[in-house]
């Protein structure tokens, strides 16, 4: 067995390496081609970098791209760019503005991974020939006694993307590797750095890749320009308290910008948004209080387990949001497995649909779905 | 361990040829300004000169009724930049450089249509003509991405018959079909250096008529004030070398003995003599419709040149299939290397109404000078192995 667990050796083992531009698959794409292997980079070109930044941010465009190929041509790979603009603007820009309309809050990433990267792009790696693709996501994998790949938080947990992972079904996760899983990001840039890696001081990419200035509200104009329709700012007791310019600017939970004054609740204790209701075009607000949930309902899931014999109220431990620490809670799978119940030990805010919950054992990852509500 | 390479992609660009890269390396070795007075100027002034007697005799068409540019997109621009807010018809397949400067400059244009087969309607031409007065018709001679051949010489003969200069893109026509500026009735004709073998950086425009001289840069006095700038002599020596190889032995490329003096440090590679074209061609299509049953070969039943096939697998992904022949080695292309990266489909598959699926499953191969049976048989080999891995 060679590093990447495959019966062959490296020189026959052909990886994918799917190459963003940014330090950790570059770090990956290198390294394992230093071990021997026939590395072969790719990086998806998502959208139209000219169109999404400001005029002014148009000799940057392409940075990412010129950035992979640099690495693959200095450390003398192959590499391609595959233009996915069609496949991303219908599966992941389309779908994050829908989600907004509906009220939701959507975590584009995972759609992305879940229907561009580990679908499209994984195919393209066997059409190839292909023994497996890597990606520089902080993730473990490891085979379990079955011989089945399971996944596993990343050592470093302040850089686990596991939440953004759980779409990955068993077949996907099979024929994909993780080689940074193991390692902190301090690691990764001493690993750039020694390989002479052009990426080694790039900052880390903070945002929605396609949202580069923050303001999604633009996008989602953009592509659904009906979507900002103004409404009514409704009280949980029913009181209209204010207007809004339209739902997509709010989110579960959310506390400021609401512009409504005081006096409306006792004590002038401070308004949270507790529901959008996309229909009649309301934001409900109310106290704190009306936020605590115990119960998250799930659909669209995805399980790395055994979920044959999974009793109901299974203990696992939830995230469901992806900045926050896996909390103690039971899941029962609904008889068709693709919706599930989450149990929350203790009631919890801001559980906002759109999101995911993602399932735990420990450290492994158990899979999770995407929240339609909670209770 | 050193991979094999195969290159089978002539139309985005072809080998240098060694009779262009010895008239180059002569002319690199001295500071050449041919518009000086002094030996070395003179010396340079003699290359070009001779360069233009060698494309003279393969478009036949005096010397002085060519000028020399940085290529077709340059000639191009220069000649349809000459008919500014008139009007221009040109085929719906053309090359971008000359639809996007048409669109540019033109004040009225509209593109003639093609049939299924990539050919153009002459009598859609003739009813574009009588509908309303056309300074100028521009229809290519050879297709880039099909190789199909265009009906030139009834085109141009329509676009005379109702007043219009007729002008023709025969870049990948060079050294494939016989290019008689006179007899074809071309007014305009635009070649470049690299497709024929001859170095990239250097074109030519050729004119028929006096008087007509397009003109779209202004400096100093080179060619005549047509093409202001100093001349690019290697490359034009480079061209002007490639243009008497293939001048000396039309229509065909077939592998001639080196004709330059014989260089005494490094005599060019012995090549066994080549197989005809149109032999490797038949060896090529037979060959894929035996791997595959379904291959589409487009404009298969045109007029088409030999050294180009397009074709697709339905159902499979071009944009795959030319990572995985580049990784065994091979290189071939998906349709024109201008439009590659994109996800746009080809304009040209688009005009010929080729189902969008299909034209995204297209491969295109264009054989030149270099290319020998065995190559087309190692392609083939590989070509198999890597469509049946998509069957798995």
């Known amino acids: ?375 | 361990m050193m991979k094999t390479q195969i290159y089978l992609d002539y139309n985005a660009t072809a080998p240098l040829r060694p009779e262009a890269a010895e008239a180059m390396r002569k002319a690199l070795e001295k500071p050449h300004n041919a518009s000086s007075v002094h030996a070395f100027g003179r010396e340079g002034r003699k290359m070009i000169e001779t360069a233009r007697e060698h494309i003279s005799a393969l478009i036949k068409i005096a010397p002085a009724q060519i000028i020399f540019s940085s290529g077709a997109t340059e000639s191009n621009n220069t000649l349809i930049h000459h008919f500014k807010d008139q009007r221009v018809l040109y085929s719906a397949v053309e090359h971008p450089s000359v639809t996007q400067a048409i669109q540019h400059f033109a004040q009225n244009h509209d593109p003639i249509p093609v049939d299924q087969n990539g050919v153009i309607d002459l009598s859609i031409l003739e009813s574009l003509l009588k509908h309303q007065p056309t300074a100028l018709v521009s229809v290519m001679a050879v297709n880039n991405e099909t190789g199909v051949i265009q009906p030139v010489k009834e085109a141009a003969a329509l676009a005379h018959k109702h007043g219009a200069l007729f002008h023709c893109d025969a870049v990948q026509a060079a050294g494939r079909i016989p290019l008689d500026m006179e007899e074809l009735g071309i007014d305009f004709l635009t070649l470049s250096s690299h497709k024929i073998g001859g170095p990239q950086g250097a074109g030519a425009l050729a004119f028929r008529l006096c008087g007509q001289t397009p003109i779209l840069l202004h400096g100093g006095g080179q060619e005549k004030y047509a093409r202001p700038g100093t001349e690019n002599v290697a490359a034009i020596a480079g061209f002007g070398a490639a243009a008497q190889v293939i001048s000396q032995a039309p229509p065909a490329f077939t592998n001639t003995p080196s004709l330059s003096e014989p260089s005494i440090n490094e005599p060019p590679p012995y090549k066994p003599p080549l197989k005809k074209p149109e032999e490797l061609q038949s060896f090529l299509e037979i060959g894929l419709c035996k791997i595959n049953n379904d291959i589409v070969i487009h404009g298969q039943a045109a007029p088409r040149v030999a050294n180009t096939t397009s074709f697709a697998l339905p159902g499979t992904s071009a944009e795959t299939l030319l990572m995985a022949l580049d990784l065994e080695g091979i290189a071939v292309s998906n349709g024109s290397a201008c439009s590659s990266g994109t996800t746009k489909t080809s304009p040209v598959l688009r005009a010929m109404n080729v189902d969008e699926a299909l034209a995204k499953a297209t491969i295109r191969i264009s054989t030149g000078w270099a290319t020998t049976k065995e190559e087309i048989d190692a392609f083939l080999q590989i070509w198999t192995k890597v469509t049946q891995r998509l069957k798995i």
């Not at chain 1, 850089?159 to 390692?183: C, H, I, N, V």
């Open chain 1, 1 to 375: 067995m060679n590093s990447l667990g495959i019966d062959k050796d490296p020189a026959q083992t052909r990886v994918v390496v799917a190459m963003s531009g940014g330090v950790d698959s570059s770090v990956t794409a290198a390294l394992l081609h230093e071990q021997g292997y026939d590395v072969v980079g790719i990086t998806l070109q998502l959208y139209d970098q000219g169109a999404s930044t400001a005029k002014s941010k148009t000799c940057c465009a392409g940075q990412d791209i010129y950035d992979a190929k640099k690495v693959a041509d200095e450390r003398g790979f192959p590499h391609y760019v595959l233009n996915y603009e069609s496949n991303f603007r219908e599966s992941v820009i389309e779908d994050f503005a829908d989600s907004y309309m509906r009220g939701e809050t959507p975590i584009p990433c995972v759609k992305c991974n879940q229907s561009v990267k580990f679908e499209d792009l994984l195919k393209t790696a066997r059409d190839l020939g292909a023994d497996c693709m890597a990606t520089g996501h902080y993730i473990k994998r490891d085979t379990d006694k079955d011989g089945r790949a399971a996944l596993y938080r990343a050592h470093d947990h302040g850089k686990d993307q596991s939440y953004f992972l759980f779409a990955t079904t068993q077949e996907q996760l099979d024929f994909l590797r993780f080689p940074l899983g193991g390692w902190d990001k301090a690691r990764t840039r001493d690993e750039a750095k020694r390989l002479g890696l052009i990426t080694a001081d790039k900052p880390d990419s903070q945002d929605i890749c396609f949202v580069p200035d923050g303001d999604y509200a633009k996008i989602v104009r953009r592509i659904r320009p009906e979507a900002e329709k103004p409404g009514d700012i409704v009280h949980i007791d029913g009181r209209t308290v204010g207007k809004h310019k339209g739902i997509i600017h709010y989110t579960i939970g959310q506390r400021k910008g609401l512009g409504i004054g005081g006096g409306i609740s006792e004590n002038n204790a401070p308004l949270y948004v507790i529901a959008i209701d996309p229909e009649n075009a309301h934001v409900v607000v109310g106290p704190k209080e009306a936020l605590a949930k115990k119960t998250i309902l799930i659909k669209d899931c995805n399980w790395l387990f055994d979920t044959q014999t999974a009793p109901p109220n299974r203990p696992v431990r939830v995230k469901f949001r992806s900045v926050m620490q896996p909390i103690e809670a039971a899941l029962s799978l609904d008889k068709d497995q693709n919706t599930a119940q989450i149990t929350l030990a203790q009631a919890q805010y801001g559980i906002a649909a759109g999101q995911a919950a993602v399932c735990y054992d420990e450290d492994r990852i158990l899979g999770g779905g995407w929240i339609i509500g909670a209770q």
